[in-house]
Antibody, heavy 121, light 107 residues
Framework: QAQLVQSGAEVKKPGSSVKVSCKAS????????ISWVRQAPGQGLEWMGA????????KYSQNFQGRVTITADESTSTAYMELSSLKFEDTAVYYC??????????????WGQGTLVTVSS | EIVMTQSPVTLSVSPGERATLSCRAS??????LAWYQQKPGQPPRLLIY???TRATGIPARFSGSGSGTEFTLTISSLQSEDFAVYYC?????????FGPGTKVDIK
């Protein structure tokens, strides 16, 4: 059974960066597309970007262009999402989500447990 | 960019009743439409993909339908564990787009 396990909660200051990890078990991180989706408190879901590590392809939402970097490490089967120049409005739960195929245009059949990132001065 | 809307924002239903949730796309799309259920403090759970295919382990009371710009998630007889927020998700391109969600609560 595939499982995605994310790193723990973070508290960051405005202007700093945060890096969230997502370890994939039950298969390597290269076999699937891994997306990052965030959810601000009491709000809906927002797609941030995705990686297909096998092909070295990464896509980003324009809403985060220039501030988000998604990477993956095959040796540890872990995907990462780094968000820079943090603002108060970046306070949210960040999820990694796996597509069942090696393609970006897919639904998500497995989700990580979520990582709360709080931006506070 | 395609915009997804969902209605109603909140749906109040009694246990055992039928619930019908709508998702509309701003332009005609193919059937690359998924539905997720989310409960407080939990990640979303895949219910339906391809507009009408139930995901593994999803009870038969959940069904999806629709095409073009209009899609529907129907819960035939609401159980206590079904009270949650439901999101539709368009995945017809690399840019995934979620609807704003419909909250199903107890009447």
């Amino acid at each position: 059974q595939a499982q995605l396990v994310q790193s723990g909660a973070e508290v960051k200051k405005p202007g700093s960066s945060v890096k969230v990890s997502c370890k994939a078990s039950g298969g390597t991180v290269s076999k699937y597309a891994i997306s990052w989706v965030r959810q601000a408190p009491g709000q809906g879901l927002e797609w941030m970007g995705a990686i297909i590590h096998m092909f070295g392809n990464v896509k980003y939402s324009q809403n985060f262009q220039g501030r988000v970097t998604i990477t993956a490490d095959e040796s540890t089967s872990t995907a990462y999402m780094e968000l820079s120049s943090l603002k108060f409005e970046d306070t949210a739960v960040y999820y990694c989500a796996r597509a069942p195929y090696i393609r970006f245009d897919s639904y998500f059949d497995h989700w990580g447990q979520g990582t709360l990132v709080t931006v506070s001065s | 960019e395609i915009v997804m809307t969902q209605s109603p924002v909140t749906l109040s239903v009694s246990p055992g009743e039928r619930a019908t949730l709508s998702c509309r796309a701003s332009q005609s799309v193919n059937n690359n439409l998924a539905w997720y259920q989310q409960k407080p403090g939990q990640p979303p759970r895949l219910l339906i993909y391809g507009a009408s295919t139930r995901a593994t382990g999803i009870p038969a009371r959940f069904s999806g339908s629709g095409s073009g710009t209009e899609f529907t998630l129907t819960i035939s007889s609401l159980q206590s564990e079904d009270f949650a927020v439901y999101y539709c998700h368009l995945y017809n391109s690399w840019l995934g787009t979620f609807g704003p969600g419909t909250k199903v609560d107890i009447k």
